[in-house]
Nanobody, 118 residues
Framework: QVQLVESGGGLVQAGGSLRLSCAASRSIFSFNVMGWYRQAPGKQRELVADITGGGTTAYADSVKGRFTISRDNAKNTVYLQMNSLKPEDTAVYYC????????????WGQGTQVTVSS
């Protein structure tokens, strides 16, 4: 079983920055893709950004140019640097790790709250 532990959420004013961290309980080399999702009250969970084992990244249109995803394989950690935050970025942010072994396995963290005040 894999454990993902997020940290770094909090309350920030619009225009501010936060960096989220996701620490995995085992080497992240084995995962095909790791990503960050978010879920705002009353809305579906949506993909924010992800990064492949080879370092290829992808972003939701709403965060392009403001958020950056990165990974530190030595620390088994994935980061989400969030700049120029907006009130609409307010949500619970979840870390995800996907492993394709015939069957697709998805692992989730417990989530961390990000609140952006106007």
């Amino acid at each position: 079983q894999v454990q993902l532990v997020e940290s770094g959420g909090g309350l920030v004013q619009a225009g501010g920055s936060l960096r989220l961290s996701c620490a995995a309980s085992r080497s992240i080399f084995s995962f095909n893709v790791m990503g960050w999702y978010r879920q705002a009250p009353g809305k579906q969970r949506e993909l924010v950004a992800d990064i492949t084992g080879g370092g290829t990244t992808a972003y939701a249109d709403s965060v392009k140019g403001r958020f950056t995803i990165s990974r530190d394989n030595a620390k088994n950690t994935v980061y989400l640097q969030m700049n120029s935050l907006k009130p609409e970025d307010t949500a619970v942010y979840y870390c995800n790790a996907a492993l394709q072994m015939g069957t697709l396995y998805n692992y989730w963290g417990q989530g961390t709250q990000v609140t952006v005040s106007s």
